[in-house]
């Protein structure tokens, strides 16, 4: 009997939005938190970050500092707005609106709403890329038809997930966590013997401004990428749960993976040069090349449940962006749109592109300085309020937070200007940013400053000039 009605609610639509979950629906603890951060975040696309990181030119104890810093502090963030869910119970894009007005949100959500689909549409393909370049080595086919039928399913798995809602992800995520934790031990005892310790410790080190670009690009493809879901997932958790174990719980939780992975990516792409050239081009199939062809198919299914674990998370957050940008129809319906935007990407990722580290590097980066400027803003506003916030006036233009609140959103605006003018993009299309760089073009271009100065510009204005605008909106009655 109650495995029925478990499995019933854990299958029923999930009909909430983008309001205030009710009283009655709070529910779990603060570990709760760790199954969905550590499932979306175990994906073996962090240890190819080993190999990016290192294309920075750094040493790989410069790069390991680099990467735990990077990691920890950017998922830092992350759980600092999931503190925002537990105090409002509601998405993260909807609790935004006390700092930007209800409709003045609307731009931050719509970076937001740009920002998850692309990842889902990222992940979602190198699934595929993964599915087809495990059945070439095989010798079962890796072509098309393969690629075909690979998307059908991890689409079908990815926009369900969405579609249901939030008591199937986190059973999904439970799954995923324990599947990928234990295979990926077994994986990483199986490449250890591809490590040669002197080659990685002779690796030269690099110049401040490589170290900080390579810091910059791992705070951009790890937390920066999560903040505007940070609440999404905390929001059912009661207002009595734990502050401390709610950002404890969301860090740990999305930062052990990629710390042990990029770790281990750093030591093979040190190794050598070929693997480390060929994990830049196709980090999936590259990592299939140092791997007994026993264990293909459950490093298979290690990369596709974690690259489908995290783009389950951001089609969820993708469909609660898109409603706060203004869509008027129900939260399953939104996720099937971003579902259905994510299918056309991934067509053109696995089918027409020639090249996966050049766009990604120019999405994390293009979309990071907004995304760090908009996160400095919410974080700031966070820190500033006293009280809890209001279920109602969230939702309308006439309450205490108003239509447009033009501090934050010039902030914003500020803070992307600037950003985006202390940031190098050799893509085509993305090559006019960086146009405030001047005389620093020559050392500095490639640290990417832009990102941290748009961070501290969205903070520091926000804290500064917000304060007697908070302290207003508290005061009404």
Known sequence: ???????????????????????GERKGKPRDLFW???????????????????????????ATIIGLIGIVVSFLLVGFISLAGKRGNAPTMTLSRAAFGVNGN????????????GWETVLTSLAVLATATVFAELGWGGGTRTKIVALIVVVALIIGAGVIGFDLIIKMQQW??????????????????QINFATVAALPAGALPAAIGALVFMMTGFGLGWVNAGADYSRYLPRAASSRGVIGWTTFGASLAPVILLILGLLLAGSSTDLNTAIASDPIGALTKVLPVWFLIPFALVAILGLVGGAVLDIYSSGLALLNVGLKVKRPVAAAIDGALMIL????????ATDFIGPFQAFL??????????????????????KDYDANDLQSATGRYGSVRWLAVGLVVLGTAIGWGFVTNGTPGFTWE?????????DWANANLGVLFALVIGFVGYLIFGRASVRTQEALK
């Open 1 to 23: 009997m109650s495995t029925e009605v478990s499995t019933k609610k854990t299958l029923d639509v999930e009909l909430n939005g983008i309001n205030t979950i009710h009283e």
């Open 345 to 352: 990407g991934s067509i053109y990722v696995v089918f027409v």
């Open 434 to 442: 960086g146009y405030l760089l001047g005389p620093l073009a020559t």
């Open 36 to 62: 969905p951060w550590f499932a979306s975040n175990v994906s073996v696309l962090g240890v190819a970050y080993g190999s990016f990181l290192l294309g920075f030119g750094v040493s790989f104890a410069q």
């Open 106 to 117: 609307r731009l931050p959500s719509f970076i937001s709403w740009i920002l998850t689909v």
């Open 176 to 193: 995923i966590t324990i599947i990928t934790a234990v295979l990926t031990v077994v994986y990483v005892i199986l490449v250890a013997p």
């Open 365 to 386: 980066i293009t979309l990071g300085v907004p995304v760090a400027a908009w996160c400095g803003v919410f974080l700031a506003d966070m820190l500033l309020r006293k």
